[in-house]
T-cell receptor, first 112, second 115 residues
Framework: GEDVEQSLFLSVREGDSSVINCTYT??????LYWYKQEPGAGLQLLTY?????DMKQDQRLTVLLNKKDKHLSLRIADTQTGDSAIYFC????????????FGQGTELSVKP | EAGVTQFPSHSVIEKGQTVTLRCDPI?????LYWYRRVMGKEIKFLLH????????ESGMPNNRFLAERTGGTYSTLKVQPAELEDSGVYFC?????????????FGEGSRLTVL
């Protein structure tokens, strides 16, 4: 079945860039998503990328998609302590937006 | 507009007991989903309602889990009898649109601890 893999932890210093990586197996998805979970809160859609794009930039966020390698990454520029959270990569099964396959989540720790 | 609300936020029960989790979706959202995250692992899909009908329950682990959405508004997820491996965080999400572009709105989750 489809699978999404992420590394579990990332620690950076405030002001540095963070890069969170994700690999997936389903090559038919129209979109791929990044969700963010802050402590004590639910998941929030952070950004998404169409599968026909290589890159999407949204303020401090840059999403890169390598379809050949089935690799997705999220870069956060000028990382702030408020960016500390768990970041989940998600792939919609059979392009059903609500039935998502999530990775394990990458816990980002930002040190001052 | 109120977001997705879940109750209780945390429940601690003993093995063999019953627990019922409740989810109130965003008003007007026909699609309601249940997900579960066990012990820091990936978040897994459990099931999907469209209004009061179960559209997809392929992720339900076994028949100890029963989900309902009577009247197509709030939903409940009952675990009976609870086992140790049921511990985790149960997330509910809702959306207006079930297509690939339909954004999911998640609740804060109900943490279940089975002792």
């Amino acid at each position: 079945g489809e699978d999404v893999e992420q590394s579990l932890f990332l620690s950076v210093r405030e002001g540095d860039s963070s890069v969170i990586n994700c690999t997936y197996t389903d090559s038919s998805s129209t979109y791929l998503y990044w969700y963010k979970q802050e402590p004590g809160a639910g998941l929030q859609l952070l950004t998404y990328i169409f599968s026909n794009m290589d890159m999407k930039q949204d303020q401090r966020l840059t999403v890169l998609l390598n379809k050949k390698d089935k690799h997705l990454s999220l870069r956060i520029a000028d990382t702030q302590t408020g960016d500390s959270a768990i970041y989940f990569c998600a792939d919609p099964t059979y392009n059903q937006g609500g039935k998502l396959i999530f990775g394990q989540g990458t816990e980002l720790s930002v040190k001052p | 507009e109120a977001g997705v609300t879940q109750f209780p936020s945390h429940s601690v029960i003993e093995k063999g007991q019953t627990v019922t989790l409740r989810c109130d979706p965003i008003s007007g959202h026909d699609n309601l989903y249940w997900y579960r995250r066990v012990m820091g692992k990936e978040i897994k899909f459990l099931l999907h309602f469209v209004k009061e009908s179960k559209q997809d329950e392929s992720g339900m682990p076994n028949n100890r889990f029963l989900a309902e959405r009577t009247g197509g508004t709030y939903s409940t997820l009952k675990v009976q009898p609870a086992e140790l491996e049921d511990s985790g965080v149960y997330f509910c999400a809702s959306s207006r649109d079930a297509s690939a572009t339909g954004e999911l709105f998640f609740g804060e989750g109900s943490r279940l601890t089975v002792l």
